[in-house]
């Protein structure tokens, strides 16, 4: 099969329609992504199709079929048909470079091979080139609006990708694929509001010789009230056990791999970064928790050494009347399934038995 960007053939359009009526009786639904396109414009609207299908070749399949997919998917769009008529009417010229916002819309699966093309909408960007102009693309203000859900889709793409990852096993790779799932089902831009509570603010605070008075200096954000949030205070600039100056209480993984991915050149560059966001909270989640068990232990084994202590109830309650509501509120977490902290209660990795002894 040859890639000429000449060729004007394509895959018929009744065929689109056929397999968008089947996903739906499937079941299937859509995951969009925007990106915006150069293609030359020509007065026939068979090569003008050719030339646009052709600047999609690195998002849709092209090679394999020489084209004629990618031909037949943009053929479908009723929006570049307007387009083309609108360029005609105000007469611009053969070979100009115009701007396009493509619309891809895939099949929602958790199997990056299976996220099927399903349909493209196209949009025009409000600037053009001469054939002799650099190509400098300005986004119109709908485009640039949209691009913060854009880079947010693309985030959770890589994340469903490196979730699947074939080097990665076991118990890391089940819990971050409930991730991705969980992330998946809640959609943008709900999955964003994920979050674990920071490892180092957790140890200081559940840590059996801090004071309760600390504990109260640590959550005054939010009056010692549950969930924690804001940060772990000033403590006059020092630190105690562990947590620096402002330790913030929550972390979000997913907001936490966009801001690294903000402002790279090519978005797709920050795949592995994504992976290694994702497989660091999973192990300070996985870590935090061994910790706290630690100290339940550790506490609730002084205590009933004590032989003026009397009998104690779940061992959680063992570490002090400040510190005990925590461990009850992250045993809430890790049997909410809308937590992050719900798939370290599925696999053999981490144990709770102790903190849910009553």
Not at 264 to 271: G, I, K, M
Not at 282 to 289: D, G, L, R, V
């Amino acid at each position: 099969m040859t890639n000429d960007p000449k060729r004007t053939d394509y895959m018929p359009t009744e065929e689109f329609a056929r397999r968008a009526l089947e996903q739906t009786r499937l079941g299937y639904k859509a995951m969009g992504q925007t990106v915006t396109l150069n293609a030359n414009f020509d007065t026939s609207f068979d090569q003008f199709a050719a030339n646009v299908a052709h600047g999609l070749r690195h998002y849709v399949v092209y090679r394999s079929d020489g084209g004629a997919f990618a031909r037949g998917l943009v053929r479908a769009s009723q929006d570049l048909g307007l387009i083309h008529r609108d360029y005609l009417t105000s007469k611009l010229p053969n070979g100009t470079r115009i701007a396009l916002a493509a619309r891809l819309y895939r099949r929602q699966h958790m199997v990056p091979s299976d996220r099927w093309m399903m349909s493209v909408r196209f949009a025009k960007v409000a600037v053009t080139f001469g054939k002799d102009e650099a190509e400098i693309v300005r986004a119109s203000p709908a485009i640039i609006a949209k691009s913060d859900k854009i880079l947010a889709e693309k985030v959770l793409d890589h994340a469903i990708a490196a979730a699947y990852n074939p080097r990665w096993s076991g118990d890391r790779q089940k819990r971050i694929i409930d991730w991705v799932i969980l992330a998946a089902e809640l959609d943008y831009p709900a999955y964003l509001d994920l979050w674990y509570y920071n490892r180092v603010a957790v140890f200081e605070f559940v840590n059996w010789n801090t004071l309760d008075k600390r504990r109260a200096d640590m959550t005054r954000a939010t009056g010692g009230k549950l969930p924690f949030s804001g940060t772990t205070g000033s403590m006059g600039g020092r630190g105690t056990f562990s947590a620096p100056p402002d330790t913030p209480w929550r972390e979000y993984p997913f907001r936490n791999a966009i801001k690294k991915c903000r402002g790279r050149t090519n978005v797709d560059d920050c795949a592995g970064l994504v992976g290694n966001e994702l497989k660091f909270a999973e192990s300070e989640i996985f870590q935090s928790i061994r910790e706290m068990e630690k100290q339940i232990k550790r506490a609730g084994m002084a205590a009933n050494q004590d032989p003026f202590q009397s009998p104690i109830g779940a061992a959680s309650d063992a570490v002090g009347a400040s510190a005990a509501p925590f461990f009850k509120h992250v045993l809430a977490q890790l049997k909410d399934p809308k937590s992050l902290y719900a798939t370290y209660m599925k696999y053999s990795q981490a144990s709770t038995t102790i903190w849910d002894t009553n």
